[in-house]
């Protein structure tokens, strides 16, 4: 009866047995209570290295900070090799062939990435795995800020391309041999299946190299290669710059009279500027060539200065004609006259009249023929008696002397015209310059700048 009490378990004839993780850790003498503790490299025979399997997956691309040329991926990266002092038969503790210990424990290569500027954000992974062949198996999350040496010469149309090296800190290829487990195509297909986040970029692929360097050290180089992704850089920048050369361009219709055309070219490239400031702030100071951008900003600024400068002299050449020097003189003339007598006003009827060219009538009259409009004179003695009875203490003038003053204005007047006809024998000839100038300025503009955008839009699409 008391074999009874006793529980004997059989599975098709077989005894079952219960078996634990911490029997496989007694068994290896890596319990908490053991004073060994592995901390050496695991191997039989110094003179042999350890070789370390890593493999990189490029999880995330959470940020590319041009201005700083900073490169911050999510990656997840797996190291293993070989110890020699571990192993078991997996048969004698019910098939278990793995079990997770924590990563102290165990003695681990120094992998370090060369181009890790800040600390690791993301905490390291608290075990690692042993397998009963004696492969230790450590996997980390990692939020890596990288250095890259950004090339913006074709924003936002770049490809950049960021490296990202392992190789142990001080262990030589005596001591550790680190080669990469999976090849670039791996790699890349791995690392598009499992891609999350790419922030502004188009992750394109990964390539691996494995080389030693003149240390002596195993190094695995993983190039991270990735395109922009432009349309909103095109949006808000590139489109916006050129309708404001359209509006250049545009303002060629603008009458010449007035300030208006001058303001709005003014207003045009104060706009221009504005966005030069932006793009000052995204691009890298350390850049080794000019960005084509800065340069399609440059380019379309300095158009827009030549055609405000054509706008100028254009309006400069116009008001020659609007204001003659004819004007100036007379009102010299007035000036050191002293104060405004009679004949003044009578030369300043006069000189209104003819500077019109027509009397009360629409006829046109010949001041160098000597010919007087009748109505002119019938009008100009009617002022005269108006400014009598208006000023009481003038005093009447009979008809004679103010034909005599009459006659004596038209000679003034014949005098100055006949000077006006040597000076300025068209007297419209500074305006028919200019609206030809403008034409001729226009369709060189038109080409140039036709020319222009068409070499930066080649630049743009060659490859790097």
């Given at each position: 009866m008391e074999t009874m009490w006793i529980v004997l378990l059989f599975t098709g004839g077989a005894l079952t047995q219960t078996c634990r993780f911490h029997d496989v850790l007694e068994h290896l003498n890596l319990t908490r209570d053991s004073e060994l503790f592995y901390m050496t490299r695991p191997v039989n025979d110094h003179r042999e290295p350890t070789l370390v399997t890593m493999e990189m997956c490029l999880y995330a691309i959470?940020?590319?900070?041009?201005?700083?040329?900073?490169?911050?991926?999510?990656?997840?990266?797996?190291?293993?090799?070989?110890?020699?002092?571990?192993?078991?038969?997996?048969?004698?503790?019910?098939?278990?062939?793995?079990?997770?210990?924590?990563?102290?424990?165990?003695?681990?290569?120094?992998?370090?990435?060369?181009?890790?500027?800040?600390?690791?954000?993301?905490?390291?992974s608290p075990h690692l795995f042993i397998r009963s062949n004696g492969e230790v198996e450590v996997q980390n999350d990692q939020v890596l800020v990288s250095t890259c040496r950004m090339r913006v010469h074709?924003?936002?149309f770049d490809?950049?391309?960021?490296?990202?090296?392992?190789?142990?800190v001080i262990q030589t290829v005596e001591d550790v041999r680190l080669v990469a487990s999976e090849n670039s195509r791996e790699a890349t297909q791995q690392s598009i299946e499992v891609m999350r986040i790419q922030y502004e970029w188009l992750f394109i692929s990964i390539d691996i190299t494995n080389t030693t360097t003149d240390e002596n050290q195993d190094k695995v180089i993983y190039t991270v290669y990735m395109k922009r992704r432009p349309m909103l850089y095109i949006v808000n920048f590139l489109v916006p710059v050129l309708f404001?050369?359209?509006?250049?361009?545009?303002?060629?219709?603008?009458?010449?009279?007035?300030?208006?055309?001058?303001?709005?070219?003014?207003?045009?490239?104060?706009?221009?500027?504005?966005?030069?400031?932006?793009?000052?702030?995204?691009?890298?100071?350390?850049?080794?060539?000019?960005?084509?951008?800065?340069?399609?900003?440059?380019?379309i600024f300095g158009l827009m200065l030549v055609s405000l400068l054509e706008t100028i002299v254009v309006m400069y050449l116009i008001k020659k004609d609007v204001h003659?020097?004819?004007?100036?003189?007379?009102?010299?003339?007035?000036?050191?006259?002293?104060?405004?007598?009679?004949?003044?006003?009578e030369h300043g009827v006069l000189s209104s009249f003819f500077h019109r060219g027509r009397n009360h009538n629409g006829r046109i009259y010949d001041s160098s023929a000597g010919e007087v409009p009748a109505g002119l004179m019938e009008e100009t003695l009617f002022h005269q008696h108006a400014t009598q009875l208006s000023d009481p203490g003038s005093k009447p003038l009979d008809e004679g002397t103010t034909l005599e003053k009459i006659l004596e204005q038209l000679k003034r007047?014949?005098?100055?015209?006949?000077?006006?006809?040597?000076?300025?024998?068209?007297?419209?000839?500074?305006?028919?310059?200019?609206?030809?100038?403008?034409k001729v300025f226009f369709v060189v503009y038109v080409v140039v700048v036709c020319v222009f955008l068409t070499y930066i839009y080649i630049e743009w699409q060659k490859d790097d």
């Open positions: 959470l940020d590319v900070v041009e201005k700083d040329q900073k490169f911050i991926p999510y990656v997840w990266t797996v190291m293993k090799w070989q110890n020699d002092f571990i192993w078991w038969n997996k048969d004698d503790f019910c098939g278990i062939d793995q079990v997770s210990i924590p990563t102290e424990v165990l003695w681990k290569p120094d992998i370090t990435i060369e181009e890790m500027v800040e600390k690791d954000k993301a905490p390291p074709k924003f936002p490809t950049q391309s960021c490296s990202l090296s392992f190789k142990s404001f050369l359209g509006l250049d361009l545009a303002s060629f219709l603008v009458s010449h009279g007035g300030g208006e055309k001058l303001t709005f070219k003014v207003t045009v490239m104060l706009a221009i500027t504005v966005l030069q400031l932006i793009l000052n702030e995204i691009l890298p100071a350390s850049s080794d060539q000019i960005p084509l951008i800065a340069t399609y900003c440059i380019g003659p020097e004819a004007e100036t003189e007379e009102k010299n003339e007035e000036e050191s006259a002293g104060c405004v007598t009679e004949d003044s006003r007047v014949e005098r100055s015209l006949l000077h006006l006809s040597d000076n300025h024998e068209d007297p419209g000839k500074w305006t028919q310059f200019a609206k030809k100038l403008n």
